[in-house]
């Protein structure tokens, strides 16, 4: 994981996402604190940590101490939501909000003015490699609208089936951060050379 993350940021990842998974929120286990920390000691670029985690505000502590420079808490998940992002952004760092594919903006209406980005899931989240949800888009474009007419302070991030055919359709939505997975990661092209070619087609 080292090796490929130090390739992801030599070929100009500006974050390195991270996904934590805890089997009951979504269907799949993925890592957790301890490789959290352990990514904080080979890179200095941004921690992107995002919380697929049932009662994530039982974590928020120990992911920071961690290393994280993000914590990112589904509005699903967290009974408290306006409690979790005042937890996260008092601890010293950035705090965001996500939403899965069918969950409404109107959800986060009241907590998007303290956030510092927001992670729209276009697959449903659990496992990589899923097809992109067309309709989404849509929902891009909306949250753009809002952020630019309430004139927010947040990042658009974007989660899921993120290709060269794709990305450059969820920038023109509106999306400032892109997250890829299985389209750097699991390619004969190699991880620089595939991350490359996502930028290229942005162009």
Same mark, same amino acid.
Not at 45 to 51: F, K
Not at 126 to 136: D, K, L
Not at 150 to 155: D, L, P, S, T
């Given at each position: 994981m080292g090796q490929q993350v130090a390739e992801a940021v030599k070929a100009g990842a500006d974050y390195i996402h991270v996904d934590v998974m805890d089997g009951h929120f979504v269907p799949n286990i993925s890592i957790g604190i301890p490789v959290v920390a352990s990514l904080r000691k080979i890179t200095k670029?941004?921690? &992107?940590?995002?919380?697929m985690i049932e009662k994530p505000e039982l974590y928020i502590s120990q992911f920071i101490d961690a290393?994280? &420079?993000?914590?990112?808490?589904?509005?699903?998940a967290s009974t408290h939501l306006h409690?979790?992002?005042?937890?996260?952004?008092?601890?010293?760092?950035k705090a965001g909000v996500s939403l899965k594919p069918a969950t409404p903006l109107s959800s986060i209406d009241e907590v998007l003015s303290m956030v510092d980005l927001v992670l729209i899931m276009t697959v449903n989240p659990?496992?990589?490699?899923?097809?992109?949800?067309?309709?989404?888009l849509d929902k891009i474009v909306r949250l753009r609208r809002i952020i630019y007419n309430?004139?927010?302070?947040?990042?658009l991030e974007v989660d899921g089936g993120i290709t060269v055919e794709t990305a450059p359709r969820v920038v023109k939505a509106g999306a400032d951060v892109l997250v890829?997975?299985?389209?750097?990661?699991?390619?004969?092209?190699?991880?620089?050379?595939?991350?490359?070619?996502?930028?290229?087609?942005?162009?």
């Open positions: 670029i941004p921690l &992107d940590v995002h919380l290393g994280a &420079d993000i914590l990112t808490v589904h509005v699903e409690s979790t992002i005042n937890s996260i952004k008092e601890q010293g760092i659990g496992f990589g490699g899923q097809e992109f949800i067309e309709n989404t309430r004139k927010i302070n947040a990042e890829a997975g299985s389209a750097i990661f699991n390619t004969k092209l190699g991880i620089g050379a595939a991350l490359r070619n996502i930028r290229k087609a942005l162009n």
